[in-house]
């Protein structure tokens, strides 16, 4: 069984449909990545799978339970976090309160310690910096927060909406390693990234997607030496 399937999804803005009934799954322990252009429908999967938006058709089930209709704040005690497209961190807290804000679904107090000394040791910035506002850190630091923030919750999946936007070659490569880091460390990831080629490089298998669409799938080396995929999201 599948840790995340998606089923015959159709998503509409209005009278605008922007998922056109597709199906995919991520099983437990992969990196699965979902790329394509902007305006793809990549985001707006993510929103869905989270709660954040409702489906007109289909459905979303997480461990074989279906989650189409559960609140947002409901599916993160499930086990899945959800990393968003530009970060979103509370600007006006610190470091530190962004991270408990993260872990506000847990009653653990005890574990809550040990999980925030693990975050601290992947993100050591954000222990040096754990007092600081989170509005005064560099994007870089910001994407760690959101990150680290996520991972407070002990997620079983998370899901990343774009985490190399804006940010230097240099952090990117960071990025990536602590995405793989953290898929090492028991942690199923579903990664939406502009970035194919970086994408592909670290995931086990790939949905390709175009207006709405999934139009091609395969292993994630594969698709990265599919001509097809070279010449529209590689630059090949």
């Known amino acids: 069984m599948a840790m995340l399937e998606v089923k015959d999804l159709e998503v509409y803005y209005g009278m605008i449909q922007a998922i056109r009934g597709i ?18 429908g990549k985001t707006t999967i993510l929103h869905t799978i989270t709660g954040l938006l409702s489906p007109k058709k289909g459905s979303v089930l997480f461990e074989g339970k279906e989650i189409t209709k559960i609140p947002a704040h409901k599916i993160v005690s499930l086990g899945m976090a959800h990393v968003p497209e530009g970060r979103r961190v509370f600007a006006q807290l610190s ?42 850190l560099s994007g870089g630091e910001q994407q760690m927060l959101a990150m680290g923030r996520a991972l407070m919750s002990h997620p079983r999946i998370i899901l990343m909406d774009e985490p190399s936007m804006g940010l230097s070659p240099i952090l990117v490569n960071e990025i990536f390693d602590i995405i793989q880091s953290v898929s090492a460390s028991g942690t199923t990831v579903l990664l939406v990234e502009q970035n194919a080629k970086k994408a592909l490089s670290i995931a086990d298998r790939a949905y390709v997607l175009e207006t709405g669409n999934i139009v091609m799938t395969g292993d994630a080396k594969e698709l990265m030496n599919d001509d097809s995929i070279k010449k529209a999201y590689l630059g090949e």
């Not at 506000?104 to 107090?109: F, G, I, L």
């Not at 574990?111 to 000394?117: A, H, V």
Request: aromatic share 8%.
């Open 23 to 40: 199906s995919f799954e991520v099983n437990e322990g992969e990196i699965v990545s979902l790329i394509g252009a902007n305006g793809a």
């Open 95 to 136: 470091v530190y309160q962004n991270l408990k804000m993260g872990a506000y679904t847990r009653k653990d107090k005890d574990e809550l310690e040990k999980t925030l000394e693990t975050v601290y040791k992947r993100f050591p910035r954000l222990e040096e910096r754990k007092n600081q506002l989170a509005g005064t």
